[in-house]
Every structure is written in C-alpha cells, then in structure tokens.
C-alpha cells in the first residue's frame, strides 16, 4: 500500500504559541485516516497545514515538510491555489453558499477554475452530486437555494462541491457534529464509499465514529502525536498508558 501523503517534523504556530509539535506520520492511499484528541490538541491545525489553509490565518506559520505524491507542498514555487485543489476540504459546520443554488453551489469551483461549458458543468455536477448521495433527493429543484436543504444534505452538499474539481485528497473537519444521528450515519457510510477514488482524512472527537470509519488512527494531545498505527490496534491494543486513558474516557 503507497503513502499518499508524508508528514516530516511538521510544526505549527499561531503567533508565540506552537500548536504542532515535530509530527511525522505516513498517510496512506485509498483509507481513511482519523486524527482524534481533546480539543484544542491540533486535530484541525494539523489538517489545515496538509492543503496550507493554515498560513491563511494571520500571524501563523508551520516549517517542516508535507510530500503530496513525493513533492514537498510547501517547497519553492509550489502554488498553494493548485494544492487546495488537489486536497479538498470538509468543514465542521455545513457551509453552502447561501445566496447559490444547489447546482451553483457543486459548481462552484469548477467555475472558480474557469469552467464555462455548460455540458461539462451538469455533467459534473449529476456526478459529484450522485458520489455525495444526494442527487435523487435534489434533481428536481437544483435551482433552489443550497441553505433551503436540511443540515445532512447541506453537509453532502458540501462534500458534493469538495469532489466536484476533483482532489485527490479529502480533508473533513469534525464532518458530522452538527448533524442529528441518521444524517451523521449518511455521512459515515459515504466516508467508506469514497475511499475507492479518495484518500480521506478526518478529524473527530466522537470515538465511537473514529472506530467505525476509519482504517488508521493518530493521536495528538497538546499538539504532539502520541501513537498512530491501524484503527484495530489504537483501540484494542494501545502502546502508550495516555491512549488508553483517552480512548476509555478518563480524561477527554
């Protein structure tokens, strides 16, 4: 199985304050991944320093190295525009644009890319739409408002618009914690559809989820990774003492 992504002494600041220390770990193709720990540990930090949303926030830095297919995403002249579309991003509060259709809203970064053929862009749109499993419940009013939909289809909606210019890499940021539990579950099982096509990564605090979706687990407490290895292993068969106290709920 080949690593996808490879994180080398990665390290991240907002100001004077380090929020990510020194992590390394090898994300492999075609799994998910999920980063669990309490909050403010760097779950998100992390995942926005993988398609460099991270520097967007002012006065941040991060150094090290995050190899994406070998190459160096934050080495000289790589733009940081083509490596947000190749690693896409789910965010934790379902976000359509608000004043967009449901179509406008999929179509969206195609667009942004210069996109105008109308064919290509309902094509792409029935599709990312159908990947996202939400299709038959919105082909006949695509050009309703994208807010117009309940949270769960707001969220595959997003997901929709995410795989619409399509990354090789989908980042989801606590994907399912505004949802009611039958939406969370939607999500969850379009999670390990979209490994096939997809290396997905995502952060959660929910424990019960990590063990269900995810293939690897890594866990970070006060912005260090204090174990990482298969989903199995983390959850039945720990190596550090913390681990176990976090994933039993000692402390959280």
Not at 164 to 172: G, H, T
Not at 179 to 196: G, W
Request: charge should be neutral; hydrophobic fraction near 40%; charged fraction near 25%.
């Amino acid at each position: 199985m080949s690593f996808k992504i490879e994180i080398e002494n990665l390290s991240a600041w907002f100001g004077s304050k380090q929020v990510l220390k020194d992590i390394t770990m090898k994300i492999r193709e075609n799994v998910v991944t999920a980063i669990i720990g309490p909050s403010g540990c760097g779950k998100t930090t992390l995942i926005r320093c993988l398609n460099r949303m991270h520097e967007l926030t002012p006065g941040s830095k991060a150094t090290g190295k995050v190899l994406l297919d070998g190459e160096d995403i934050y080495g000289e002249g790589v733009d940081p525009v083509t490596v947000r579309r190749r690693i896409g991003m789910v965010f934790q509060k379902p976000n359509p644009f608000p004043m967009m259709s449901i179509y406008d809203n999929a179509a969206a970064g195609l667009k942004l890319n210069g996109v105008t053929d109308k064919r290509r862009l309902n094509e792409v749109v029935e599709k990312s739409l159908r990947v996202a499993h939400l299709w038959d419940e919105v082909k006949a009013e695509l050009g309703k408002s994208g807010a117009s939909l309940s949270g769960g289809q707001q969220q595959r909606l997003c997901i929709a618009r995410a795989l619409a210019i399509e990354p090789e890499v989908i980042l989801m940021d606590e994907p399912t914690s505004a949802l009611d539990p039958t939406a969370a579950a939607k999500i969850e099982q379009l999670i390990r559809v979209l490994i096939a096509d997809y290396t997905v990564i995502i952060v959660t605090h929910n424990m019960q989820q990590a063990a269900r979706v995810s293939d690897f687990t890594a866990f970070l407490y006060l912005g260090e990774l204090v174990e990482y290895g298969s989903t199995k292993d983390i959850f039945e068969n720990p190596k550090s003492e913390l681990t176990e106290k976090y994933i039993t709920g000692e402390f959280g």
